[in-house]
C-alpha cells in the first residue's frame, strides 16, 4: 500500500510540475525574470500540496461499499398494475453481472406458482409479495435479486447463482439450493425450515448469519437432506 501511494503521489507531482512549468522568455529583463519564477515556484508548491491532499484522502480513506443482499432499505418506484405483461418471466439478454436491463423488471405481486424458470437470467429482478413456490429455478440467475417478503416455498435453485440479493422475511420452506452461489446473499428474517443448501457455495460471513437463523432445521422433502447440516452449520 505504501509502496502505490508513493508511487501514485511520485506520478501526480510530476505531471503537476510538468504541466504547469514556466516557460522563460529570452527578452525578458532580469528582474522580471527572477519574479516571474519566484511566482511560478510559489504556484508549483501550491499545486503540488494540493495535488498530495487529494490523492492521500483518495487513498487513504476510501468509500464503504455493502453488497446489495446487506442493503438495509430500498426505495421502490409504485407498481405499474396497467402493464398487463408484467408478472411474465423475461430472461435478460445483456449478463447477470450488473443485472442490466432497458426496463425496470417488477414482478411485486405476481402468482406465479409452478413457473418455469430453468436457465432464466432474472438478474436484478424485484419480488415482494410474490408468489413463486414451487418453481423451477434450476441454472438461473438471479444477481441483485431484490426477492424479499415472497414465498418461495418448494421451489428448486439447483446450480442457480444467486449473489448479492436478499431474500429478508421471504419463506423458504423446503427450497432447494443444492450447488448454488448464494455469495453476499442474505437470508435475513427468512424461513429456511427444510431448505437444502448441500455443496451450496456460501461466504464466510454470510454462513455465519444463516447458521443464526433459528428456523434453520428440518429436513428437506425432496432431498432427504438435514438442513442444518447441508448448511454446515453445528447442530444446536
Known sequence: MVAKTTTLLSLLMAS????????????????????????????????????????SSLLLSPL?????GQTKEFKLPPI??????????????????????????????????????????????????????????????????????????GADFTNAIVDRATFKGSSLKGTIFANAVLTATSFEGAD?????????????FDIRNLCKNPTLKGENPTTGADTRLSANCKLN
Open 16 to 55: 503537476s510540475t510538468s504541466a504547469f512549468a514556466p516557460q522563460v522568455m529570452q527578452n525578458n529583463s532580469p528582474s522580471q525574470l527572477s519574479a516571474t519564477k519566484n511566482n511560478n515556484n510559489e504556484s508549483s508548491a501550491q499545486l503540488a500540496a494540493a495535488t498530495i491532499a487529494i490523492a
Open 64 to 68: 464503504s461499499a455493502n453488497a446489495d
Open 80 to 153: 405499474d398494475k396497467a402493464d398487463k405483461s408484467r408478472c411474465v418471466l423475461n430472461s435478460s439478454k445483456m449478463g447477470q453481472a450488473n443485472a442490466a436491463r432497458d426496463k425496470l423488471y417488477d414482478l411485486r405481486e405476481c402468482p406465479l406458482s409452478g413457473v418455469q424458470g430453468s436457465e432464466f437470467d432474472l438478474s436484478g429482478v424485484i419480488m415482494t409479495d410474490t408468489d413463486v413456490s414451487k418453481a423451477n429455478f434450476r441454472d438461473a440467475q438471479f444477481s441483485k435479486g431484490y426477492l424479499r417478503d415472497s414465498n418461495f416455498d
Open 192 to 204: 429456511v425450515e427444510n431448505a437444502d443448501f448441500t455443496d451450496a457455495y456460501i461466504g464466510d
